[in-house]
């Protein structure tokens, strides 16, 4: 008994993540670990005290980052509610204290003097750009796998899996 039940709250957790994933319009798929190795790197030369993972998931490249930089200020926006949680959770566990995840839409929240990481999607990365266009944020944004439309990119870099999946560096 104690089993079934335990399935129906995975079906309902799966079936929470499926519906907002198509709302928001991508899965909280976590960013691959050779291609947080390249965030790492390149960030490391960065003078903002702070990063902010815009659709931070379930969290992982967030506390990634948070571990690594213990000095700065990593911040998670995430609006599903599941990997939300989770992400919390995982921060608490691991006792990670200089991570903070909100659940609420990076699209309303001020991103200036901030480093950006994402792991979007075509529109998503739309949103965005329309955005920096809007408010002139001057950073660096580190976009794994996806680009900017009409914003040039500053360098390429290709993680080191089979699929050298493309980080693109943009400067605003
Ligand atoms: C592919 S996951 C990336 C997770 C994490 N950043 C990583 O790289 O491991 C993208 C996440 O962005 C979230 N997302 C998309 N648009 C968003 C928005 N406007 N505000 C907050 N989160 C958003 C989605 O819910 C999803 O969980």
């Keep these: ?19 907002s994933s198509l709302k928001v319009g991508i899965s909280p798929m976590p960013t691959s670990k050779p291609s947080q190795k390249i965030i790492l ?17 379930f969290g992982t490249l967030a506390i990634h980052l948070a571990v690594n930089f213990p000095n700065k200020k990593i911040i998670g926006y995430e609006v599903s509610i599941i990997p939300f949680y989770i992400s919390v959770i995982l921060k608490y566990i691991l006792r990670v204290k200089n991570v903070h995840f909100y659940k609420k839409d990076f699209l309303k929240q001020n991103l200036k003097d901030c480093d950006l990481v994402c792991y979007l999607y075509p529109n998503g990365m ?8 809007k408010e002139t944020i001057n950073t660096t944004i580190v976009s794994n796998t996806f680009s900017f439309r009409n914003i040039k990119e500053k360098e390429v870099l290709n993680d080191t899996s089979i699929l050298k999946n493309p980080i693109f560096i943009y400067k605003t």
């Excluded at 008994?1 to 519906?19: G, K, Q, S, T």
């Excluded at 790197?41 to 998931?57: A, C």
């Excluded at 739309?126 to 266009?133: G, P, V």
């Design 126 to 133: 739309k949103k965005l750009e329309n955005k920096l266009f």
């Design 41 to 57: 790197e390149y960030l490391q030369n960065s003078s903002n005290n702070t990063i902010i993972d815009l659709g931070s998931g």
């Design 1 to 19: 008994m104690f089993e079934y039940i335990l399935l129906l709250i995975l079906l309902i957790f799966i079936l929470f993540i499926v519906i």
